[in-house]
């Protein structure tokens, strides 16, 4: 078997994770640490005010409706959303739509823990998309806007009536930046700026509309709440976690780390500049993927597919044609050549996921880097397949 020549150019950025995601280019320590409010209270007036910054500049440039409240939360998208499902389902039959890893965690905690009486969870295997034309208007409705186990995105929000009585949730921590939400279909929206901002981790975005508020301040949930997933004080919302302070104590280097991606976003020509930048990168990133006979995307049908979390499957068959763990194997020895070589960083698929790659494409990214990994990949497939075969 002849292998390809050891390609010479590298990506100048190897960080390819798809969370916490690759920070802006051009980033550094400096810049982030000088804009800090470090060492200070995070209610302190020029703290607060920074927090009330970020706040508006996430609005301004997502296109947040007027009357809609965004606030800071702790632990991440995951926090975000186990608040919005803790606080708020009950009132109403729920539907779940589950593709991958993620949203069959909503589900279980759904299913099991607020143990709903009526809820229906409506799956679709990796890859795939459930029925969304069986969603029921009446019912509360949750879902992730963009699989980032799987690779799989909803097409568009047309297929979720303007009308419905019940509330639409959405977890959308890879799309948002990336992908356009249509708000008027939204009443809860939450995710983490560690995706497609670059940002550090731990801090979660809730998003509510105006419907979302009313839920919270009419429905008791016949349930404890934990002090963190309170959202109500005296039966109101607590409107000054929407203004500048939070639930709980923010890391001030992070949030001064939004900012600092914010004011990028601005630089480069804001959200339609975002979104055109993460589609440059999967377009190179699919073009290859076009051209090689030996990987696949996860997803069929095209307009489906991830333009952020991009997963492959390997299906050369002689690769294919081992157990799973003997795929994951492979992958794995692949994916640890790359990273070796200092090309690629974290690009192995979800541990939940069918054994394959993961590339994260996000705005953050230099489609010049997509395009420089991609002989690496068939270097680094073909070397892994010679030594499998040699062994």
């Known amino acids: 078997m002849s292998l390809p020549q050891r390609p010479q150019v590298k990506p100048a950025r190897p960080e390819f994770s798809s969370g916490p995601c690759p920070k802006r280019p051009g980033w550094s320590a400096e810049t982030v640490a000088a804009k800090a409010h470090l060492g200070r209270s995070h209610r302190a007036a020029g703290a ?45 039959p729920v539907d ?33 998309l ?20 799987s690779g799989v995105r909803i097409p568009d929000f ?79 919302l607590n409107a000054a976690n929407y203004e500048g302070a939070t ?37 190179a990133l699919q073009a290859w993927v076009d051209r090689t006979g030996w990987v696949e995307n996860l997803v069929a049908e095209p307009r489906l597919r991830s333009n952020t979390s991009v997963c492959l499957k390997l299906v050369d068959p002689a690769v294919a044609a081992l157990d799973a763990a003997g795929q994951r194997s492979f992958v794995k020895r692949l994916v640890q050549r790359l990273a070796d070589e200092g090309v690629a960083y974290d690009i192995n698929g979800y541990r939940d996921a069918p054994p394959g790659l993961r590339i994260w494409c996000g705005a953050t990214v230099e489609t010049a880097d997509v395009t420089a990994l991609t002989a690496w990949r068939d270097w680094a497939f073909a070397t892994t397949a010679a030594e499998r075969a040699a062994a």
């Open 96 to 128: 779940m739509l589950v593709w991958e890893s993620f949203g069959a965690g909503w589900a279980t905690d759904a299913v099991k823990q607020l143990t709903l009486a009526e809820c229906r969870v409506l799956e679709a295997d990796y890859g795939a």
């Open 130 to 149: 459930p029925d969304l034309g069986a969603v029921r208007a009446e019912a509360d409705l949750c879902f992730t806007q963009n699989g980032t186990t």
């Open 247 to 283: 639930l709980n104590t923010p890391s001030m280097l992070a949030v001064a780390d939004c900012v600092d991606a914010l004011d990028w976003v601005a630089e480069i020509g804001g959200l339609p500049a975002m979104m055109a930048r993460a589609d440059a990168n999967f377009a």
């Open 48 to 92: 607060k005010a920074q927090i009330a910054q970020l706040i508006a500049g996430l609005k301004t440039h997502l296109g947040v409706p007027e009357g809609y409240r965004l606030g800071i939360v702790p632990a991440s998208d995951t926090g975000a959303y186990e608040m919005a499902m803790w606080t708020m389902l009950g009132a109403r």
């Open 158 to 236: 047309d297929w979720i009536p303007a009308d419905r009585p019940g509330l639409t949730l959405v977890d959308a921590t890879s799309a948002v930046f990336a992908q356009p939400v249509d708000w008027a279909k939204v009443d809860v929206l939450t995710f983490s700026w560690q995706k497609v901002l670059g940002g550090e981790a731990a801090h979660g975005v809730l998003v509510l509309s105006p419907r979302a508020v009313a839920r919270l301040e009419s429905f008791v949930p016949d349930r404890p709440l934990p002090k963190i997933f309170r959202l109500t004080k005296g039966g109101k």
